[in-house]
Structure formats: structure tokens, C-alpha cells
């Protein structure tokens, strides 16, 4: 399925890096300010679905560069990858860890356990859904 | 220790490389592990002797209080020292009486792993892993008997004999459960030291019966018993080492090891002396009226077992002796009579006593050692058999209940015991000379070896019983009774009434092998006509019901209409909850509606029309979209009362599954009305009551709190602890992580789930 409208067509290629790059921006921001790994997925998988309606499915897949699947999986394994320092350390499993790194300019860049595993959580989503949009597009074809 | 019952799996692995390197030494070079293994039980016994017994402890679930400890007393040392003592000759054998089969490295990766789950349980102290290791010989054994899969038979004997042991496996769990609250702990060695009155408890009665429906499925007591015959089709090393000597006496094992705590009550003794006894007498009798040499065999090993768990029950202090010389005394015997009638099979190629005869010739010291296993097997001096039955004899005279009438199915037992030991031993060996298949020599030596050292060490214990005494019985007998008991063996107890029992069972056991040729149809004509009310016949009955069930069972609930599934759940889900509410907490509305606003009203009305339309339209794009109509308003709620993460988190959800649904569309066939008006009223009447229920249900939760709520705990907390602002995500990702791990993998499994469907659809299209 793809569309030839040439709106669709123009619309989807200036909304989609927004769409992505609002979506890390909700991913790096979701533990403070609402946001988070899920909704980020959501949004970025939103935006591949537009792009999908635009240009078909097998464009999308080579924009989305791996596989939907492994996509899948790498975020399966962002989650668990954020259990190892707790288990380094002996804690009970998923026990966050937090490191500070102080940037020029005197401010400091959080990096967490729990971001690793919302990064995790976002490309487990969005992962998800690529699947089934791509997937359920090709059998249709 | 943990390395000694580890050590069978790790060899295991590597077990088909080896065999590439070995080659037909494979057998021996395996055999050097449970060599070493008993060398190494063997160092164990002096401080067993000097403490009684040795607990060891390796930390696996501490949270749950499931550790791998081991507990190590005469008792378990028996039987660990016979598992690996006579693994080591049955992997020699096996080397060469499987030598050349196609299957023999993954015949040696199940033997090893069967032989360490053997040793983890009658080493584990807890309660849990005694079942998962109980467990696991039962999967092995099942593979074993399953050895040849390409035989149809095989495999069902397989499934069989998994079907009784596992069964009862989870039955066992059960018990065992249930003898953890009792006792209040799940090490086994604790259990034993409190002296809490189990037999006083609530559930003593309950966890007797669990327990030993366990016990009594996986040692083939009646009327369980039938698998173990069946379980011969294996290849004839594992009926020797799984079927007579180890795996089978795993129930005995729990029986005995628990002897001292529940061994108190009268459902305990009562219940095993009777199906001992029934056990007992039933396999001689069995024994005695086959004629494949390998279910003669697997009969006297029930009449074995039979009087194992009777003697466990009879409990006096000479029965408890008997039961450890008796359990010593078959494993020995046993597994030499297995392994000989294998070399028959190997060397002659049938299995029919019938059609053996005169084989000393063609094979001498296959003879000599058969007659050896043979005499042990019928109790006669000077075999450690004969101390055994002695001692056997005198504790039924003694017993204080039931005395004569298990003395006279002891006796008859052993008459039936004397004509079976003939029949291995005689009747292929001496006599006219038979036609055989093959035309028979002598074994290999490695199939000789094993049965050879067996039946020494039997002639050795019998004219020398302090030495195994000394070592190891004495205290083994302890363990079973729970206090230190004083044995004394000997081959020669005088003139006494066991002895003239001895002496008649033999004459009446000589003269009744005389007259076997004559007895044998008409012994068959009856067994065949019993077998039809037999337990086995049950038990084929009970798997016909399974299947007859189980089609009822699809038919009815299962039949791929999705909107009965649906129907279904949604009407015992809600019927449940709302009688749950009704019962429990009442109906109870309070609705103050003075402070809601007009665009609350509003989006109420939005919902309300949705959802009808959305259920009565005959467009499904209509449908789709209004249902994305009810869940942005859905959305638009959550924003209005502050829940900006959830209010995102709905409108996205809501776009992509009406995504998600529009691509589905295009591929259903044209919108029909199939359903009837009586089941669309009955869908509408369930539904009208899931929502009714629900509503009352949310505001039933809106007046009661059966706890504090935990948001002001996350409130307070999520800034110091999670270092977030945004509660909803701290939550997620750090509080209740592990449930966002949880979901995720379901999501992911989820993916995987459609993508097969989509994936399998697409390629039936394919198909020419």
C-alpha cells in the first residue's frame, strides 16, 4: 500500500525528523517532565507509520536500517544490559545506578540505569509496532 | 559435593565429543567418573560413622528458602554409593553392548544425566530440589525407555511410564508442600531433628497420602505397578541400572528417609505393609508366570520393591536391618541378573526363556556368575540374599501387627522368588541344548565385568556381613529409624524358625520350577483374563477419557468462533467480580456531581454516542473510527484531570491502533450479518452487565480503601530515591521496573505472534 498523493508525500518528509527528533526529546526528558520510553517509542514508531502510508513498506525498511525484529530484540537486551551494575554490585536486580558527568560549562549530564532501560523500553515499542505495520503492509502487497 | 552430583551433567556435554575421541573405549573412559565418585562416597563414611551425618550448604533461591544443600548420612550414603558404584559397571556394559548403535553418545549423555539427577536426590537435603532432581529422573528414565524411538512400542511404554512417575511426581510435590508447613521448614535434615508430633498434625493424613502416591508410583507399587514391565523396552543397560538397582528405589528411598517423622501414625505403617505386601506377592507371582527373561526379571524387582516399602513399614528395629540388607542385597543381584540376561539377549538373540536351554557350554562364566546372582536372588547361603531373607523372615515373626498374615505372604513370596531364580538361572544354562537366533559364545569381557563384581561383592557381604556392616548398614539402619540401632549380621543363626521357613520355601520353590512347563498356559490362560480388570487396564481407560475429554472439551469451549471466546470471558469475568461485590462489599452509590463542569458533561455525552455507534454501525472503517472517537475523548478525561503522561500516552496508542485495525480491514471479506437476533440480545444483555458491574465496581473502589494507598509514598519519594520529577516514569522505570520488564517481553512476544500468523498466511497463498 502507498499512496501517490504528493501532499502526503511532501508533508511526510518535513513532519517525520521532527517527529523523531521529538521523540528522543521526550525519551531524554521523560524522567523529569512527562515523557518517557514509551511514549517516545510511540512517536517514533508514528512517524515511521506515516512515512510507511507515503512510501510503502520496503522504503521504510531501509530508512529504519534493521530489521523491525531486531529492533525488538535490542531493546529486550537495552533492558536487561540496565541489570548489570546492580548485579556487579550485589543489589537486588534492576536497582538503579546513577553516574554524573560534568559538561564544559559547569553543568552535569545525568546518566542512569533507569535511562538505559527507558531506552530500552523505547525501542522494545517501537520495535513492536514496526512489526506489525510492516509486516501486515508486505502480506497485503 | 555440589561438584560430585554437578559433575554427570558437566561429563554429559561433553560426552558425544568424547565419544568422537574414544571411540569404542567410550564406556570405559565414562566409567572412570562414577569410579572416582564412589571412591570418593567411600572417604565419606568415616565421618559419617564418627557425626552421624554431614549437612553441606550452597546458597541457590535464599529469598525463597530454597537452597542446594545435601545431606549426607548412612542412609543417603547407601544409596549414593550403589548409584555410583553400579553406574560405573553399567557404563563398561553399556559401552559394549550398544557398541556400534548410532544413538550411543546420546545414549551416554541421558545414562550420565540420569545418574546425577539420581545422586541430587538422594543427596539434597531440601525439599524442593529433592523434587526437581525426583523430577528429572523420571524425564530421563523416560528418554531411556524411549531409547529406541523408532520402535512404536517403545515410545508408548515411554509415555507410560512418564505418565505414572510424573503424575505422581506432582502429586509428591504436593505432600511435600505440605510436610514443609508441618514442619515448618524445607530442609529435610531439620524436619527430622524437630521433635514436632507430625503424625499429630492437621494435614499428616494429607501429606501421607500425597507422599506416597509419589513413593508408590515411581517404586511400582500395586497398582502402579504395571509401568515397570513395560518400562523393559528399554535397552537392556538402563532396565539394569534405572528399572532394578537405582531410579525405582527412589520412592523407597523418600519412604525410608521420612520413616522417622511420619512414621509415627498408623495410616503410615498400616498403609505400607499393606501395599507392600500386595506389591510383594503380586510381582513373585508375576515373576513366576512370565516367560521373557527381562519381565521376570522387572516382576521379582517389584516383589522387591513390594518388600522394601513393607519392611519400612512393619518400623521395628530388625525390619529396618533387614529393609538396608535387603535393599543392598537386590541392587546387587539385580543389577548382575540384568546385566547377564542382556548378554543372553546379546549372544543368543531372544529374550524367551522358552527357547533357551543348555547354554554352560557356549558360555561357562556367564553360568557361573548367573548362578551366583541366581542364589543370592533365591536367599540362599552363603549370599548376602540369605542374611537379607533371614533377617527378613524374623522381623515379619516379630512384626507387632499383622504378624502371620505378612509372614505368609513373605513365605509365599519367597517360594514364588525360588522358582523364578531358577528359571533365570536353570533354565538357560542347563538342560537340553535350545535352537537360539544366533548361535551363542561367550560375551565380551566388558558385559561380563560388571555382573562378575556384583556377584562377588554379594558372596563377600554374605560370608563376611561385618564388613559392610561395620561401614555403613549400621548407621544407615540409624538414619531410617531416627535413632542409633545395634545390628548383628550373620550368615548363621542356628536352627530357628526363619531357617525351616528358608528350607520349606526352597523345596516348595524346587518342586513348583519342576512343574513349570505344565503350570506355564494355564498360569498364562488366567493372567491374560485378569489383565482385562488389571490397573493397567485402568489406566488405558483413563487416557481414553483424557482424549474423549479433551475433544468434548474443544468442541465445546474451544471451537475458533472468537466472539464465544469473548463471550465467555467476558461474562465469567465480570459475573465472578460482580458477585464478589455484591457478596462482599454491596451495592453502594454516592455520586456527587454539584462540582463537575459542562465540558465534562460534554465529553460524557461524546462517549456515550461513540460507543453506540460503534456497536451498531454495519461499516467496520465506521467502527474502527468511532472507537478512536471514544478513545480520544478517553484521552481528553485524563488531560483534563491532570494526567498529562497518560492523556500522550492514550492519543498515540489510540492513532496507531486505528492504524493497526484500517490495515486489517483491507483483508477482511465483505461486511455479513452472520449472527442470529437471539445472540446479538444475548451479546448485548452480557455486555450491558460488564458495564454495569464495572461502573458499580469503580464506584464502590471510589468509597472504600482497604489499604493505604501508595501514591504519596511514590510522592515523596520519587525524587530522592528515583532522582525524577515525573512519578509516572520513576514508577516505570525504576520502582516497578521488573513489571515494565515483564510487559515489554510480552509486548515483544506479542510481535512475534502476529508476525508468525501474518508470516504463515502469506506463505498458504503461496502454495501451488
Not at chain 1, 102 to 126: E, H, M, N, Q, W
Not at chain 2, 14 to 29: D, E, F, K, N, S
Not at chain 2, 40 to 67: C, D, H, K, R
Not at chain 2, 121 to 135: G, R, T
Request: glycine share 10%; net charge neutral.
Amino acid at each position: 500500500m502507498k499512496s501517490n498523493t504528493l501532499i502526503l508525500h511532501t508533508a511526510a518528509l518535513f513532519i517525520m525528523p521532527l517527529q523523531l527528533m521529538f521523540s528522543v526529546f521526550l525519551l531524554l526528558r521523560g524522567h523529569d517532565e512527562p515523557g518517557g520510553g514509551f511514549i517516545g517509542g510511540l512517536v517514533a514508531a508514528s512517524a515511521f507509520v506515516l512515512y510507511a502510508f507515503a512510501f510503502g513498506s520496503e522504503p521504510t525498511r531501509r530508512i529504519l536500517r534493521v530489521a523491525p525484529r531486531d529492533l525488538l530484540a535490542a531493546g529486550l537486551l537495552f533492558a536487561i544490559a540496565s541489570t548489570i551494575p546492580a548485579f556487579l554490585a550485589g543489589q537486588p536486580m534492576l536497582t538503579a545506578h546513577w553516574w554524573e558527568l560534568p559538561l564544559p560549562g559547569g553543568s552535569y549530564l545525568k546518566l542512569s540505569t533507569p535511562l538505559i532501560f527507558d531506552i530500552g523500553v523505547y525501542a522494545a515499542v517501537l520495535g513492536t509496532i514496526m512489526t506489525f505495520v510492516i509486516n501486515l503492509m508486505e502480506s497485503e502487497e | 559435593m555440589l561438584l560430585a552430583v554437578l559433575s554427570g551433567f558437566l561429563l554429559a556435554i561433553v560426552a558425544p565429543a568424547l565419544h568422537r575421541v574414544t571411540g569404542r573405549y567410550i564406556g570405559w573412559t565414562l566409567a572412570i567418573l562414577p569410579a572416582s565418585l564412589t571412591a570418593y562416597f567411600a572417604s565419606l563414611i568415616p565421618e559419617v560413622q564418627a557425626n552421624g551425618s554431614i549437612v553441606l550448604e550452597y546458597a541457590w533461591l535464599p529469598g525463597l528458602g530454597i537452597n542446594l544443600n545435601f545431606l549426607v548420612d548412612g542412609l543417603s550414603l547407601v544409596f549414593a554409593l550403589m548409584i555410583s558404584g553400579i553406574g560405573t559397571f553399567i557404563l563398561i556394559y553399556a559401552g559394549a553392548y550398544l557398541a556400534g548403535h548410532k544413538y550411543l553418545a546420546r545414549f551416554f549423555v541421558i545414562m550420565l544425566s540420569f545418574m546425577a539427577s539420581m545422586l541430587g536426590l538422594v543427596l539434597s537435603d531440601n525439599l524442593i530440589s529433592i523434587f526437581v532432581f525426583w523430577e528429572l529422573t523420571s524425564i530421563t528414565s523416560y528418554m531411556l525407555i524411549g531409547f529406541n524411538h523408532e520402535d512404536m512400542e517403545a515410545r508408548k511404554c515411554a509415555l507410560q511410564g512418564l505418565f505414572v512417575t510424573a503424575g505422581g511426581g506432582l502429586v509428591l510435590m504436593a505432600g511435600l508442600i505440605l510436610l514443609s508447613i508441618m514442619g515448618d521448614s524445607y530442609s529435610m535434615s531439620e524436619i527430622l531433628a524437630s521433635d514436632l508430633a507430625l503424625h499429630q498434625h492437621a494435614f499428616y493424613t494429607g501429606a501421607v497420602i500425597c507422599i506416597l502416591a509419589g513413593c508408590f508410583t515411581k517404586s511400582a507399587q500395586v497398582p502402579f505397578h504395571f509401568w515397570l514391565p513395560n518400562a523393559m523396552a528399554a535397552p537392556t543397560p538402563v532396565s539394569a541400572f534405572l528399572h532394578s538397582a537405582t531410579m525405582v528405589k527412589a520412592g523407597v528411598y523418600l519412604m525410608a528417609r521420612l520413616n522417622p517423622s511420619l512414621g509415627e501414625g498408623e495410616l503410615w505403617s498400616q498403609a505400607l505393609m499393606l501395599f507392600g505386601a500386595a506389591t510383594m506377592f503380586t510381582g513373585a507371582y508375576l515373576a513366576f508366570s512370565s516367560t521373557g527373561i527381562k519381565k521376570v526379571l522387572a516382576y521379582s524387582t517389584i516383589m522387591a520393591l513390594g518388600t522394601l516399602t513393607m519392611l519400612i513399614g512393619v518400623g521395628t528395629e530388625l525390619a529396618l536391618t533387614a529393609f538396608i540388607c535387603f535393599l543392598v542385597a537386590h541392587s546387587l543381584y539385580k543389577g548382575a541378573l540384568f546385566m547377564i540376561a542382556g548378554a543372553l539377549d546379546h549372544e543368543t538373540g531372544t529374550k524367551d526363556i522358552t527357547r533357551m536351554g543348555g547354554l554352560r557350554r557356549a558360555m561357562p562364566v556367564t553360568t557361573v556368575i548367573a548362578c551366583l546372582a541366581a542364589l543370592s536372588l533365591a536367599g540362599l547361603p552363603p549370599l548376602f540374599g540369605f542374611i537379607a531373607k533371614e533377617l527378613l523372615f524374623e522381623s515379619l515373626l516379630d512384626s507387632p501387627l499383622w504378624s502371620a498374615g505378612l509372614t505368609t505372604a513373605a513365605v509365599a513370596a519367597a517360594v514364588l522368588i525360588v522358582g523364578v531364580a531358577g528359571l533365570v538361572a536353570i533354565k538357560p544354562f542347563f538342560g537340553k541344548v535350545a535352537n537360539t537366533p544366533k548361535t551363542p559364545h561367550e560375551a565380551p569381557f566388558g558385559m561380563l565385568v560388571g555382573p562378575a563384581v556384583l556377584s562377588v561383592i554379594a558372596l563377600v557381604f554374605g560370608l563376611a556381613p561385618f564388613l559392610p556392616e561395620g561401614a555403613l548398614l549400621q548407621s544407615a539402619v540409624g538414619s531410617v529409624n531416627g535413632a542409633a540401632v545395634e545390628t548383628h549380621l550373620a550368615l548363621w543363626h542356628g536352627v530357628n524358625v526363619p531357617l525351616i521357613l528358608s528350607i520349606g520355601s526352597l523345596v516348595l520353590g524346587l518342586s513348583l520350577l519342576a512343574g513349570w512347563n505344565r503350570l506355564q498356559p494355564s498360569i498364562y490362560a488366567i493372567n491374560t483374563s485378569a489383565a482385562r480388570f488389571g490397573p493397567e487396564a485402568g489406566y488405558f481407560r483413563f487416557m481414553e477419557g483424557i482424549t474423549v475429554v479433551a475433544a468434548w472439551q474443544t468442541r465445546v469451549l474451544q471451537n475458533g468462533v472468537l466472539g464465544l471466546y469473548l463471550l465467555l470471558l467476558v461474562a465469567v469475568t465480570f459475573g465472578l467480580a460482580g458477585y464478589t461485590l455484591l457478596t462482599k462489599q454491596g451495592i453502594t452509590v454516592s455520586l456527587d456531581l454539584t462540582d463537575s463542569h459542562f465540558y465534562e458533561w460534554g465529553i460524557a455525552l461524546l462517549l456515550l454516542v461513540a460507543a453506540v455507534f460503534a456497536s451498531a454501525t454495519h461499516s467496520r472503517l465506521g467502527s474502527v473510527a468511532s472507537m478512536g472517537v471514544l478513545g480520544f475523548g478517553v484521552a481528553l478525561t485524563f488531560i483534563l484531570f491532570s494526567a498529562p503522561d497518560l492523556g500522550i500516552t492514550q492519543l498515540l496508542v489510540e492513532t496507531l491502533t486505528v492504524i493497526l485495525l484500517v490495515l486489517v480491514l483491507f483483508k477482511l471479506p465483505e461486511f455479513v450479518n452472520l449472527s442470529s437476533p437471539f445472540e446479538r440480545y444475548r451479546d448485548l444483555a452480557v455486555a450491558t452487565f460488564a458495564g454495569v458491574v464495572m461502573t458499580l465496581l469503580i464506584l464502590a473502589a471510589l468509597d472504600v480503601q482497604y489499604f493505604e494507598s501508595i501514591s504519596s509514598y511514590y510522592i515523596e519519594n520519587s525524587g530522592t530515591l528515583g532522582h525524577g520529577r515525573n512519578i509516572v516514569n520513576v514508577i516505570l522505570v525504576d520502582f516497578r521496573a521488573l513489571d515494565t520488564l515483564g510487559e515489554i517481553f510480552v509486548l515483544s512476544l506479542a510481535a512475534l505472534g502476529v508476525l508468525s500468523m501474518i508470516k504463515l498466511r502469506a506463505e498458504d497463498q503461496y502454495k501451488p
